[in-house]
């Protein structure tokens, strides 16, 4: 199975700052890579797939780009809503996978 | 809009059975892949099973292999997880979700999720 590694595995960070998540997957995925936020208690919410597109209704704050099986996730200008938990998630080979999450708390 | 009701979690013996459903609406059912998603409690999330729009292939993870079972009713828009010989570690929060397409990609909606608890 591919495996995603996430970094870190936590995050502190203030409102107005900038911070970015890494996924690494242990072969190639082509484009199949989607990002979602979850905060407690609900269900996660897709930021992100087919690796760039950002989903409807998701803010411009949110972007990502590429390296080879690097996959990073650049939240701008933190706002209090985004403190969650993101995690992302390989549709290229079954099964299906996700990485480990990433939580991001207020400093 | 779109709209995604679990329902028939509980606690359930181990080695019994125990069968999840997903109530959908507000999009054409028919045209999209549905996927389970679990949580255990404080951990993240795992991939359970899809099945293709039309019901035609179904996908599992690794852990429920030869025991869940996915299926569908276009009819009715419903998907349903029929869980056999449930363990301990399947204890956690299943979420239905609707795939962006028709087989396996990103999960675009996701319902509120029906916790299992697999308890003796």
């Known amino acids: 199975a591919v495996q995603l590694t996430q970094s870190p595995a936590s995050l502190s960070a203030s409102v107005g700052d900038r911070v970015t998540i890494t996924c690494r997957a242990s072969q190639g995925i082509s484009n199949s890579l989607a990002w979602y936020q979850q905060t407690p208690g609900k269900a996660p919410k897709l930021l992100i797939y087919d690796a760039s597109t950002l989903q409807r209704g998701v803010p411009s704050r949110f972007s990502v780009s590429r390296s080879g099986t690097d996959f990073t996730l650049t939240i701008n200008s933190l706002q209090p809503e985004d403190f969650a938990t993101f995690y992302c998630?390989?549709?290229?080979?079954?099964?299906?996978?996700f990485g480990q999450g990433t939580r991001l708390v207020i400093k | 809009q779109v709209r995604l009701v679990e329902s028939g979690g509980g606690v359930v013996q181990p080695g019994r059975s125990l069968r999840l459903s997903c109530a959908a609406s507000g999009f054409t059912f028919s045209n999209y892949g549905m996927h389970w998603v679990r949580q255990a409690p404080g951990k993240g999330l795992e991939w359970v099973a899809v099945?293709?729009?039309?019901?035609?292939?179904?996908y599992y993870g690794d852990s429920v292999t030869g025991r869940f079972t996915i299926s569908r009713d276009n009819s009715k828009n419903t998907v349903s997880l029929q869980m056999n010989s449930p363990r301990a570690e399947d204890t956690a929060v299943y979420y239905c979700?609707?795939?962006?397409?028709?087989?396996?990609?990103?999960?675009?909606?996701w319902g509120q999720g029906t916790l299992v608890t697999v308890s003796s």
């Open positions: 099945i293709r729009n039309d019901g035609s292939k179904a």
């Open positions: 998630h390989q549709y290229n080979n079954f099964p299906v996978t």
């Open positions: 979700a609707k795939d962006v397409r028709q087989e396996a990609a990103a999960l675009e909606q």
